[in-house]
């Protein structure tokens, strides 16, 4: 199985996208999956129709803090919908007399009913409806006569904060950290930062101008545990 971890929020959205629309659909589709290169291959003849997508289309990156470093995602995700027509043109994208002949227009209509707003569990803002775009009308695949549209939706979601210059991700058993993927595959690490152990100042009084040094002690989560004990 492919480690995922929380770094990898886009294969989680496009996972998300899935999930919802195969729920939600139910028999208005027959498959609904991820795009695995579908249209450019002649398996796409022998797909079990109608036929629901999901691709990731690229992101743009923009600086929401120059001091902080920090960085917001706008990322692109495709829906393609994919209708049979067994009579004409109209049909496919209006689909038939028989209620097993779905159009593409029905689709389209419920994939937005699904996924416009939605933030998938929290992991973006919600999902924004950007364009519909036709792929091809009426077009003979091997023996089929289909039809295919693509909805693009836009995801903004906040980026991780940046590892300090010239550090590598930490040593982690987390599998929910960011780090644990450059553990998982050997990457280089960085140690741990040590515990604040020890807090050391002056008060100044302004009325005096006495000073009184203080020293505070902090405790490791090792003889916190011990105290609790």
Same mark, same amino acid.
């Given at each position: 199985?492919?480690?995922?971890?929380? $770094?990898?929020?886009? #294969?989680?959205?496009?996972?998300?996208?899935?999930?919802?629309?195969?729920?939600? $659909?139910?028999?208005?589709?027959? #498959?609904v999956k991820s795009y695995g290169g579908e249209l450019d291959d002649k398996s796409l003849?022998?797909?079990?129709l109608p036929l629901v997508m999901v691709t990731y289309g690229g992101s743009r990156i923009?600086?929401?803090?120059?001091?902080?470093?920090?960085?917001?995602?706008? !990322?692109?995700?495709?829906?393609?919908?994919?209708?049979?027509?067994?009579?004409?043109? *109209?049909?496919?994208?209006?689909?038939?007399?028989?209620?097993?002949?779905?159009?593409?227009?029905?689709?389209? %209509?419920?994939?937005?009913? *699904? *996924?416009?707003?939605?933030?998938?569990?929290? $992991?973006?803002?919600?999902?924004?409806?950007?364009?519909?775009?036709?792929?091809?009308?009426?077009?003979?695949?091997?023996?089929? #006569?289909?039809?295919?549209?693509?909805?693009?939706? +836009?995801?903004?979601?906040?980026? *991780?904060?940046?590892?300090?210059?010239?550090?590598?991700? +930490?040593?982690?058993?987390?599998?929910? %950290?960011?780090?644990?993927?450059?553990? !998982?595959? @050997?990457?280089? $690490?960085?140690?741990?930062?040590?515990?604040?152990?020890?807090?050391?100042?002056?008060?100044?009084?302004?009325?005096?101008? !006495?000073?009184?040094?203080?020293?505070?002690? #902090?405790?490791?989560?090792?003889?916190? @545990? !011990?105290?609790?004990?």
């Amino acid at each position: 199985m492919a480690i995922i971890g929380c $770094l990898d929020v886009i #294969t989680k959205i496009e996972n998300g996208l899935v999930e919802r629309l195969t729920r939600g $659909l139910g028999r208005l589709a027959a #498959t609904v999956k991820s795009y695995g290169g579908e249209l450019d291959d002649k398996s796409l003849g022998t797909s079990r129709l109608p036929l629901v997508m999901v691709t990731y289309g690229g992101s743009r990156i923009h600086c929401k803090n120059i001091r902080a470093g920090r960085y917001q995602s706008e !990322a692109s995700f495709a829906v393609l919908v994919v209708t049979q027509s067994l009579r004409s043109n *109209l049909a496919g994208r209006q689909g038939g007399v028989d209620s097993r002949e779905i159009g593409a227009n029905t689709l389209i %209509s419920a994939v937005r009913r *699904l *996924l416009d707003g939605q933030t998938l569990g929290g $992991l973006c803002q919600p999902l924004r409806p950007m364009r519909i775009e036709t792929l091809f009308n009426h077009a003979q695949v091997q023996a089929k #006569t289909l039809t295919a549209y693509s909805l693009e939706y +836009e995801a903004v979601f906040d980026d *991780l904060a940046p590892l300090e210059d010239g550090r590598f991700p +930490e040593v982690t058993q987390d599998e929910r %950290s960011a780090d644990y993927v450059f553990n !998982a595959y @050997s990457g280089e $690490l960085s140690p741990e930062y040590g515990w604040l152990e020890q807090v050391t100042g002056k008060i100044f009084d302004p009325t005096t101008g !006495a000073t009184v040094p203080f020293e505070v002690e #902090t405790q490791t989560p090792s003889a916190e @545990s !011990a105290v609790k004990k």
